[in-house]
């Protein structure tokens, strides 16, 4: 925490979403373990093993081995949905005692954003890699502190869609990691432009002229109803 403020962070993100890390298939069929140069910076000093074996995927056998026994001793009992809701809860109370940062609650649902709020979450960033849904979010968030979209956006119609549920802002992640891994700082300064006057062409040719203009009409998504039955196939 001391190091984010000395840094110049403006706010902390809580990740709340993984209390129990999904079957990441990919990560099976590859055995995946991480490379002998990297290291995990966070937890450096710390005497938490390696993740450099396993026999399916090696994120899942390390978190589950050397972080959540060590770290989280209640970490069975969180895996039910109430005592995820408390620790939220006792989460953002007990950061807010330590920093004078605003807390993000990042990736919550829809009945955890009050309590997140309740608690005195700062925003909430909704992680839609989980298939979770903004506007549900939104409609619990009742206007009190900021919803924003983190992951999947590749385009600046990712954006606009993402306004459109009613969120106040958007992170990226791969779009910058691509980038810098293929130009560095150049390639960075070139994503961010691109997605900006995507974003900008998407506006213009939906008919808004300022961000204020953009509305749940603009998009129609699958839970929407009814649905109009698309013509049968001659």
């Known amino acids: 925490m001391r190091r984010a403020e000395r840094a110049g962070f403006k706010a902390i993100a809580l990740t709340v979403d993984t209390p129990r890390l999904g ?14 140069f990297l290291t995990l910076k966070n937890f450096e000093g710390l005497d938490l093993g390696k993740m450099d074996k396993a026999d ?10 050397k972080l959540i026994v060590p770290l989280a001793g209640i970490f069975a009992l969180i895996l039910q949905s109430s005592m995820v809701v408390m620790r939220i ?23 955890e954003a009050r309590i997140a709020i309740q608690a005195g979450a700062a925003g909430i960033i909704v992680s839609n890699h989980g298939a979770r849904q903004l506007d549900y979010v939104v409609k619990h968030a009742q206007g009190r502190v900021p919803v924003f979209l983190d992951g999947g956006v590749r385009r600046g119609t990712d954006v606009f869609k993402a306004l459109a549920l009613g969120a106040s802002g958007i992170f990226i992640g791969r ?7 293929a130009e560095g700082e150049a390639g960075v300064r070139k994503v961010l432009p691109m997605l900006r006057e995507e974003f900008k062409l998407t506006m213009a040719l939906s008919g808004c002229r300022s961000l204020k203009e953009i509305t749940r009409e603009h998009i129609v998504t699958d839970w929407d109803s009814p649905h109009p039955s698309p013509p049968p196939r001659l």
């Open 23 to 36: 079957r990441r298939e990919a990560d099976i069929k590859n055995r995946f373990t991480l490379p002998p």
């Open 56 to 65: 399916d995927s090696g994120l899942a056998s390390y978190v589950a081995g």
């Open 89 to 111: 809860q006792a989460d953002v109370e007990w950061l807010q005692t330590i920093t004078k940062l605003p807390i993000l609650v990042k990736g919550v649902l829809t009945a």
């Open 175 to 181: 779009p910058v990691v691509f980038s810098l891994a």
